[in-house]
Every structure is written in structure tokens, then in C-alpha cells.
């Protein structure tokens, strides 16, 4: 069973064209270290995976050509998207996905996102090519993938570790220094709360529908989600969300906007999600205006 995952492939984007005229073929390559494997197995087991999936790219040299040349173009910057001759819109979107993902994670951290791990484009490229024509002359999939499994979920695991710890820390010292301010109260559960708006409607019950405008930011101030922006509010059951909603909506009037800080045990948990670090401690600032 193939349990190495790639996060290039999940989701299938928009690229700028490449003027290279060369049209790619399966050749050798040196692996001269643990952190060349790395990046090579990256791409060639991405490759692997995509052909696996994509009828038109299995073994079609110019439509893997195109691809690979979507994909480097991402990388290399492109914001918009062109089309290229080969390849049809979801492989397009592919390409522009995964070279976007490669360049943004070498940014902010490393090599699938672990910190301190190198990135080498040209030996990602490499492997791609290759695992797009399902070549087994160097190694096979089943041993890539082996190779990726023992040497990438030690790291994964260990940056999971030392980030959990990280933000668990940096929410409780938040936190006991947001309880400090006289207009912040805390509930038995751990939940503050502060009234910037007072209401005087009525209040919902946990099996209430409420119709609220929300904006949802990290301790850092970076906004993750907003109502606000997408210009209209929502509907929801309060016993369908995370706990600090459930708790924290009961206590506000109809007309009233609250700020809500919830600790990661009445948020989302432990769980590491891509645009939800695990253990985050999360500030909403909420407005109820109706209960349906």
C-alpha cells in the first residue's frame, strides 16, 4: 500500500507558459545525499501518483512535457495561467497547484514544509519526469515510497511536535494575560469573552439556528476566515460547531457583537489541519443578528 502522501496533489491550477522547446525523456540521476533522495523521491512519487491517475500523461512525452512545464513555471512565479496544447484543464490546474505548493513551502519552512530541509528544484523536476513515465530502471515505486515513509514521517512527526508545543504555549500565556483586562470574562470552561456591543434580545438555546457576521483570527492577528469579507452572514446550529461557539453564542442577546477567545480544547482540537494549526487558541469577533 502506498502511504507516503503528498501534499502537491490535494487538488488538481493555472499557469504561465515555459518557451523551452525541449521535450522531456526518462534519464539517470546521482544521488549524492539523504537530502538529494529526498527532493528527488518528492517528485518522482508525485509522478508516479499523477500518471497513475491521469490518462493523458501516461507515457505521452509531450503532454508530460507541457506538464512538467506548467508546473516550473509555477514555481518559478507565474500568477496566471495559460494554456498549453497538451494538456487538459485539470492537469493544467495540477501543474500550477503543485509547483505553487513547492515554492510556497520552500518560503515558509523547507522541503514538504519541514523546516531546515532544502529544496532542489532541478532534482524535483528530475523526479518527476521520470515517475510521469513510470520509470523503474532506477528504483521502483514500491521502494520510493518505502524510502519516503521511513526517512519524511520521523521529520513530519517531530515538526508536528515542536509546532504543537509551540502554539499550545504561546496560546495559554495569551490567554492568562488576555484574562488580566477587567472587561475580559472567563466561563468555568476556559472561554472569555468581552461585549463590545450589548444586545438586548433574546438568547439562543445550544439548539438554536443563529444568523451571525463573524471574523476569525489567530492570537497574531492574521485572519483565517470572515463573513465580513465574503459580504453576507451565515446560518448555523449552534450544536453543529466547535465548542467555544456553542458556549459563547448562549451568552449573547440578539444585537449584540462579543469577542470570543477559545482555547484549542473548545476549538479544533489537537488535530493539525492545513489552514488550522494543531493547538491554536483562536479570537472571533462575532455579531448575532438573529436567531432563525
Given at each position: 500500500?502506498?502511504?507516503?502522501?503528498?501534499?502537491?496533489?490535494?487538488?488538481?491550477?493555472?499557469?504561465?507558459?515555459?518557451?523551452?522547446?525541449?521535450?522531456?525523456?526518462?534519464?539517470?540521476?546521482?544521488?549524492?545525499?539523504?537530502?538529494?533522495?529526498?527532493?528527488?523521491?518528492?517528485?518522482?512519487?508525485?509522478?508516479?501518483?499523477?500518471?497513475?491517475?491521469?490518462?493523458?500523461?501516461?507515457?505521452?512525452?509531450?503532454?508530460?512535457?507541457?506538464?512538467?512545464?506548467?508546473?516550473?513555471?509555477?514555481?518559478?512565479?507565474?500568477?496566471?495561467?495559460?494554456?498549453?496544447?497538451?494538456?487538459?484543464?485539470?492537469?493544467?490546474?495540477?501543474?500550477?497547484y503543485i509547483g505553487h505548493t513547492i515554492r510556497e513551502q520552500e518560503r515558509e519552512s523547507g522541503l514538504m514544509g519541514i523546516?531546515?530541509?532544502?529544496?532542489?528544484?532541478?532534482?524535483?523536476?528530475?523526479?518527476?519526469?521520470?515517475?510521469?513515465?513510470?520509470?523503474?530502471?532506477?528504483?521502483?515505486?514500491?521502494?520510493?515510497?518505502?524510502?519516503?515513509?521511513?526517512?519524511?514521517?520521523?521529520?513530519?512527526?517531530?515538526?508536528?511536535?515542536?509546532?504543537?508545543?509551540?502554539?499550545?504555549?504561546?496560546?495559554?500565556?495569551?490567554?492568562?494575560?488576555?484574562?488580566?483586562?477587567?472587561?475580559?470574562?472567563?466561563?468555568?470552561?476556559?472561554?472569555?469573552?468581552?461585549?463590545?456591543?450589548?444586545?438586548?434580545?433574546?438568547?439562543?438555546?445550544?439548539?438554536?439556528?443563529?444568523?451571525?457576521?463573524?471574523?476569525?483570527?489567530?492570537?497574531?492577528?492574521?485572519?483565517?476566515?470572515?463573513?465580513?469579507?465574503?459580504?453576507?452572514?451565515?446560518?448555523?446550529?449552534?450544536?453543529?460547531?466547535?465548542?467555544?461557539?456553542?458556549?459563547?453564542?448562549?451568552?449573547?442577546?440578539?444585537?449584540?457583537?462579543?469577542?470570543?477567545?477559545?482555547?484549542?480544547?473548545?476549538?479544533?482540537?489537537?488535530?493539525?489541519?492545513?489552514?488550522?494549526?494543531?493547538?491554536?487558541?483562536?479570537?472571533?469577533?462575532?455579531?448575532?443578528?438573529?436567531?432563525?
Amino acid at each position: 500500500m502506498r502511504k507516503f502522501s503528498i501534499l502537491f496533489l490535494a487538488a488538481f491550477a493555472i499557469i504561465a507558459c515555459s518557451n523551452s522547446s525541449e521535450t522531456y525523456k526518462v534519464e539517470n540521476v546521482t544521488l549524492k545525499s539523504q537530502i538529494d533522495s529526498l527532493n528527488y523521491f518528492v517528485g518522482y512519487c508525485s509522478g508516479i501518483s499523477i500518471q497513475d491517475q491521469e490518462q493523458g500523461l501516461q507515457g505521452n512525452a509531450e503532454t508530460i512535457t507541457d506538464f512538467v512545464n506548467a508546473l516550473e513555471a509555477a514555481y518559478n512565479g507565474a500568477e496566471e495561467a495559460a494554456e498549453y496544447e497538451n494538456l487538459n484543464e485539470r492537469q493544467s490546474k495540477g501543474a500550477f497547484y503543485i509547483g505553487h505548493t513547492i515554492r510556497e513551502q520552500e518560503r515558509e519552512s523547507g522541503l514538504m514544509g519541514i523546516e531546515g530541509l532544502e529544496t532542489d528544484f532541478d532534482l524535483i523536476k528530475r523526479g518527476f519526469i521520470n515517475g510521469l513515465f513510470a520509470d523503474t530502471s532506477f528504483i521502483t515505486p514500491e521502494v520510493a515510497y518505502a524510502y519516503m515513509n521511513a526517512t519524511m514521517e520521523p521529520l513530519a512527526r517531530a515538526q508536528y511536535e515542536r509546532n504543537s508545543n509551540k502554539n499550545k504555549l504561546a496560546g495559554e500565556e495569551f490567554l492568562a494575560e488576555n484574562a488580566k483586562r477587567p472587561e475580559v470574562k472567563t466561563t468555568a470552561s476556559g472561554l472569555q469573552y468581552e461585549v463590545l456591543v450589548p444586545g438586548n434580545g433574546p438568547k439562543p438555546k445550544a439548539t438554536s439556528t443563529v444568523k451571525v457576521h463573524y471574523e476569525g483570527t489567530f492570537i497574531d492577528g492574521k485572519v483565517f476566515d470572515s463573513s465580513y469579507s465574503r459580504g453576507e452572514p451565515i446560518e448555523f446550529p449552534l450544536n453543529g460547531v466547535i465548542k467555544g461557539w456553542t458556549e459563547g453564542l448562549q451568552l449573547m442577546p440578539v444585537g449584540s457583537t462579543y469577542m470570543l477567545y477559545i482555547p484549542y480544547d473548545l476549538a479544533y482540537g489537537e488535530m493539525d489541519r492545513p489552514s488550522m494549526p494543531a493547538y491554536s487558541t483562536l479570537i472571533f469577533k462575532v455579531e448575532l443578528l438573529e436567531i432563525k
